[in-house]
Structure formats: structure tokens, C-alpha cells
């Protein structure tokens, strides 16, 4: 049974445009959500996180949205470039010591020129 | 850069083999983790550690060992490979914060 899920496997938007990332989970012991980028032939590496307690963070161009109560979080890229063509994945903690990350499946996207 | 370095970065095995993974820190990390990445699932937990000798099974921990004798290094060991272990496997690490962990780059691994 999947607690974090990312509906989309794939996305595709036109450079300059704003992607929009979804993600969304079934545990409200989740205390912390993050955002992890991977390009092919390498680790994933993190991209941006927020808090349970905020419902924005906003790092250059990239904003995370927390909606607790609809369980949902969404990651925004304005504006999109062609290097941001890679696998995004939703990851969730567990609050507490333990604290281990939960990730979706991931989305895939292409930024086109 | 985590100061995380994986070995083999790549390997081809026969099934039926012992296949140990390494994953060497270099910042002094309590918390280790071992994913494996295959297409149409993710990242998944196989072990992780939070000490020396502190080990602990994650969702995908069937036929896979873990040892923590140093800080700085977490052994990943298939005791006898199997074509379903055929996957890329990353070792990762928690932050001083608690809550974000980094990952290394990966040890692509195939069982024939």
C-alpha cells in the first residue's frame, strides 16, 4: 500500500512555461516532505523540502505547496528550463528519531526547447 | 557533495554469488541507508543503520545482509545474488538536521 504517491509518471512543458509536480500521501504521522531530483546515471540529489507545520517554501525557482488537509504537496518550476529535464521524486518522513523517507515512484520531466 | 563514495560503481555477477556493496562516508554521519532504485518503484528502504553495529531492516530487506563495524563505512551484502537483485543501488546518509538525507552516486549491479 503506497503512502506516498506521484499520479503522473511523466510530464512534459515548454520551456519557459511552469511545471507543476504532484504528490500526495496517506500518513498524517509525516512530519517533513521533500523533493529530490535524478538525472540519469547519477544519485539522486535534493532539490528543495518543507516543514508540516508551513504550507510554502520557496527556493529561486523552485516552490513547494504542503496541503495538509487535502494530504497533498506540489512542487512548481517557474520558469522551466531544458536542465530541469530529469526525475523528480516526493519523499516523506516519518516524524520522530527513526525518521526514515518514504518516496513516491517519481514523475519524469521533459522541458522542451 | 555529502563525502559519500560507493564501490563497485558497476558490477556484473553470476547468480548464485556473494555480492558485497561498500559505501564509505567521510563527515562523521550516524545514519546510513541503503536504497535500491528500479523502474515503476522508486527508491525503496533495504536496511539502514543509525550506529556502529546498529542495523535495522527497511521494506526490501529479503536476501540482503548490512554490518556497521566503522562510522564510516555500511556494508551492503547479497549472500547469494539473484536476477531480481539486478537494480541500481544507492547508499545515502542523514543530515545534522534529521530530516534530509544525501544520497551517493550509485553501484549499478547485474546478476546473470
Known amino acids: 500500500d503506497q503512502q506516498v504517491k506521484q499520479n503522473s509518471p511523466s510530464l512534459s512543458v515548454q520551456e519557459g512555461r511552469i511545471s507543476i509536480l504532484n504528490c500526495d500521501y496517506t500518513n498524517s504521522m509525516f512530519d517533513y516532505f521533500l523533493w529530490y531530483k535524478k538525472y540519469p546515471a547519477e544519485g539522486p540529489t535534493f532539490l528543495i523540502s518543507i516543514s508540516s507545520i508551513k504550507d510554502k517554501n520557496e527556493d529561486g525557482r523552485f516552490t513547494v505547496f504542503l496541503n495538509k488537509s487535502a494530504k497533498h504537496l506540489s512542487l512548481h518550476i517557474v520558469p522551466s528550463q531544458p536542465g530541469d529535464s530529469a526525475v523528480y521524486f516526493c519523499a516523506a518522513k516519518y516524524g520522530g528519531s527513526q525518521g526514515n523517507l518514504i518516496f513516491g515512484k517519481g514523475t519524469k520531466l521533459s522541458v522542451k526547447p | 557533495d555529502a563525502g559519500i563514495t560507493q564501490s563497485p560503481r558497476h558490477k556484473v555477477t553470476e547468480t548464485g554469488t556473494p555480492v558485497t556493496l561498500r559505501c564509505h562516508q567521510t563527515?562523521?554521519?550516524?545514519?546510513m541507508y541503503w536504497y535500491r532504485q528500479d523502474p515503476g518503484h522508486g527508491l525503496r528502504l533495504i536496511h539502514y543503520s543509525y550506529g556502529v553495529k546498529d542495523t535495522d531492516k527497511g521494506e526490501v530487506s529479503d536476501g540482503y545482509s548490512v554490518s556497521r563495524s566503522k562510522t564510516e563505512d555500511f556494508l551492503l551484502t547479497l549472500e547469494s545474488a539473484t536476477s531480481s537483485q539486478t537494480s541500481v543501488y544507492f547508499c545515502?546518509?542523514?543530515?545534522?538536521?534529521?530530516?534530509?538525507?544525501?544520497f551517493g552516486e550509485g553501484s549499478w549491479l547485474t546478476v546473470v
Open positions: 563527515e562523521n554521519h550516524r545514519y
Open positions: 545515502a546518509i542523514r543530515d545534522s538536521t534529521g530530516n534530509t538525507i544525501y
